[in-house]
């Protein structure tokens, strides 16, 4: 391999990296601080702490895959790199969720967008949930300082045809866009960030925060499964751990139990509240897996006059807030616009159908544009979010209805997405539901949408953004965590994840749980360190 | 769920009661389906992954080692296939055999790495389809699925997409989306959809294509 590739090249000057299908008996290990997940929140305060000279440990259930890894393949990436095999689906599987699973988590396979919280979010957190510190002021250096760690900046190319549809179509229409942030350095530009970046070009916790801490002495396990926390009198006194075997999703029977000072847990937020129901701790208040966002998202697909070629350039690069606090931060729902890479397996698994037709409508793919609507969550006393439970094995399921509030903001998206796209020149439109005909004209399509039917399995429904399920707040009557991501109830526990936003954010939210676990494991570090 | 009742409800009841209901047939579906699998399992449909397969008749790689398909499964989709891919198949027997064995393998492959909990839910979807009883009763196929024609496998599929009952657009869904990815995510199918692949330059230029 390659010895530019700073994963290959620091694994090769000794850094503490375990794979735990490798190992053959039970250990004990100990740290200062041991972190459950590598993605955004637990690569961000893994290196921070050990930055400030403490011991971590850092815990992933899935693998490390890096750029000997990264081919270009869709296949061989949606099987190793995203949570079951990216078949997960919500509890009755009329939404798909799209999550990473190996090291650097959904950082690794994103596709680059980097948004600060909006001031909108944030005002309404601090007014609502008695979150004052994270007002906009207070958060502004921390979004400045992760927008540096990860190379965070506006994209300067030119977009591809897939975004500049979405720009032509706004533009015609007089909706506002805005060119979206990204975190890499020197990008080709190819649009394989969905499948682990095949260049090292993205910034994400694989190639930033996980080599910094690794750098300061971290150690890390991958392959390793957080089972459960284990609790003595009032602390959390180690955690048990499983190593999957070498096909990373079968336990080897092997455990590791980890002892630690203090435990972080960065697991996800379908995976953290899931391990702390899985491991009983206190929650007087059955607050654990309530309140989860995902940002439904909707899409729609045009057939375009000239070739599109949906799977080259980066993925996102433009997108319109024009309708995403349209009627205010808490009134019908808002929404924000962007454009999905198409890559032939990804087209196939999402636009759904078989025969002949599908074989026509995925022929006709290089003329295929597409345009997604991320819808912004709980805001409104209608849209109270979903519940992690645990199935009978104990493992996380999030169950996600959908509400006549979000319903009505699906079907006016599937309207504005389908007005772009026309006014973008499309030659054709589909909404992406069972029921969708391609329809020639904006004012077909308009007729048509109006009356397709808003249910579940009908309308074919994404998320690719986890969020909430262990809310922050004052009250630890309605939350998990105050506003330092530090547990109401145990004193040497943080969740330092998207778990904690006690709402979606109503954008991509890497930069928000950089920031804010960036923010906690300062104080964290401060707290740890002091002596005596 | 004999006679499947629907998930829908009026548009604008009251968001308690379509919960409720909603939750209603899905517990019901979930115990029907669980019931099913034990049942299959004991009537002798074969559940068991089918490991190594003969190459001689089943035109499989003999050197594949199936890891979560049974036999049955795999008739399931040899039935299926050549319905899910209309037009896209090749026309010649032997060849559209050897390219239909293919994405079975690849399906067996994805949803090895879908973890337990998916793949009981599609060890009940499979069970569903292969047990006579409620292969009748649910997907209204009254043959074995070897004897199958793709006109009838055609319509089984249409009409799991077009009943407004989620459980059977669920099971619609999942199959069309585990083929479909198989199917045109596999580099020997690119051209059907018009995508070139990684850029030749890119290949060229990059470590990993390189060392091994």
Not at chain 1, 40 to 61: D, H
Not at chain 1, 424 to 444: I, R
Not at chain 2, 46 to 66: D, E, L
């Amino acid at each position: 391999m390659s010895m530019n590739d700073p994963i290959a090249r620091g694994l090769a000057s000794g850094w503490n990296v375990t794979d735990a299908s490798k190992l053959i008996a039970n250990k004990t290990v100990e740290a200062d601080v041991v972190v459950i997940g590598t993605g955004a929140g637990g690569g961000t305060t893994a290196e921070i702490l050990a930055r400030q000279g403490l011991s971590v440990i850092l815990v992933e259930e899935g693998r490390l895959y890096y750029q000997k890894d990264f081919k270009m393949d869709e296949l061989t990436s949606y099987a190793n790199l995203y949570q079951e095999g990216m078949s997960r689906t919500t509890a009755d599987g009329a939404i798909a969720i799209l999550q990473g699973r190996c090291v650097g988590g959904s950082t690794t396979v994103n596709w680059t967008s980097s948004f600060r919280t909006p001031d909108e979010t944030l005002t309404y957190w601090s007014q609502t949930f008695g979150l004052d510190g994270l007002q906009p002021d207070a958060m502004a250096p921390w979004f400045q300082g992760r927008e540096e760690r990860h190379t965070m900046a506006p994209w300067q190319t030119d977009p591809n045809l897939n975004n500049d549809i979405l720009r032509q179509g706004c533009d015609a229409l007089g909706y506002s866009w805005q060119v979206i942030p990204r975190n890499v350095k020197g990008c080709w530009n190819s649009g394989y960030c969905g499948v682990g970046c095949p260049t090292n070009a993205k910034q994400g916790a694989l190639l930033t925060t996980i080599p910094g801490a690794l750098d300061h002495k971290a150690q890390m396990f991958h392959g390793l499964r957080a089972d459960r926390l284990v609790m003595n009198q009032d602390r959390i006194d180690h955690l048990l751990a499983s190593a999957m075997g070498p096909d990373g999703v079968t336990p080897s029977g092997v455990t590791v139990t980890l002892k630690a000072s203090h435990f972080v847990v960065a697991a996800s937020a379908i995976g953290s509240p899931g391990l702390l129901l899985r491991s009983g701790l206190p929650d007087p208040y059955q607050r654990v897996g309530k309140r989860s966002f995902i940002h439904p998202v909707n899409a729609t697909v045009a057939r375009m006059p000239a070739k599109v070629n949906p799977f080259y350039g980066a993925p996102q690069s433009i997108y319109s807030d024009e309708f995403n606090f349209k009627y205010g931060t808490d009134g019908q729902v808002g929404y924000k616009l962007e454009v999905p890479p198409l890559h032939p397996a990804m087209a196939a698994g999402v636009v759904p159908g078989h025969g002949q037709q599908q074989r026509d409508n995925l022929g006709q793919l290089p003329w295929m544009q597409s345009v997604i609507a991320l819808l912004r969550d709980g805001f409104h006393p209608e849209s109270p979010g979903g519940t992690v439970s645990l199935r009978d094995d104990g493992s996380p399921v999030l169950d996600y209805p959908i509400t006549d509030y979000l319903w009505n903001g699906i079907r006016e998206a599937y309207l504005n997405m389908a007005e772009i796209q026309f006014a973008a020149g499309a030659e054709a439109v589909q909404a992406v539901h069972l029921d969708s005909d391609w329809y020639t004209s904006w004012n077909q399509a308009k007729a048509a949408i109006n009356e397709l039917p808003m249910k579940p399995h009908r309308a074919r429904l994404f998320t690719a953004h986890q969020m909430g399920g262990c809310s922050m707040g004052s009250n630890p009557e309605d939350s998990v965590v105050n506003g330092f991501g530090e547990h109401h109830h145990i004193a040497n526990l943080s969740i330092h994840d998207a778990s904690i936003f006690p709402t979606s954010i109503g954008a991509n939210p890497q930069l928000s749980v950089y920031a804010l676990a960036a923010r906690n494991s300062t104080r964290l570090a401060q707290k740890l360190t002091l002596p005596g | 769920m004999k006679t499947p009742q629907s998930h829908e409800h009026p548009k604008g009841q009251l968001a308690d009661t379509s919960r409720r209901s909603f939750l209603k047939t899905s517990l019901g579906g979930a115990l029907f389906l669980g019931t099913v699998s034990v049942t299959a399992g004991l009537s002798g449909c074969a559940t068991a992954p089918a490991g190594r397969i003969s190459a001689v008749g089943s035109r499989m790689n003999a050197s594949y080692q199936f890891q979560f398909l049974s036999k049955d499964d795999i008739a399931l989709f040899e039935a299926l296939l050549p319905a899910m891919f209309a037009g896209a198949l090749p026309e010649e027997p032997n060849q559209r055999q050897f390219a239909i064995a293919a994405i079975i393998e690849r399906i067996d492959q994805g949803i090895a790495k879908f973890g337990p909990p998916n793949q009981k839910e599609l060890r009940k979807l499979f069970d569903l389809l292969n047990f006579a009883p409620t292969r009748v009763t649910l997907a209204r196929v009254w043959s074995d699925w070897p004897s199958v024609s793709t006109r009838e496998a055609d319509a089984f599929l249409n009409r799991w997409r077009s009943r407004r009952i989620g459980l059977l657009n669920n099971g619609y869904i999942a199959l069309s989306k585990i083929s479909n990815v198989a199917f045109y995510g596999y580099e020997n199918h690119w051209h059907l959809s018009g995508y070139p692949g990684p850029p030749a330059w890119m290949v060229d230029s990059l470590p990993q294509f390189h060392n091994v």
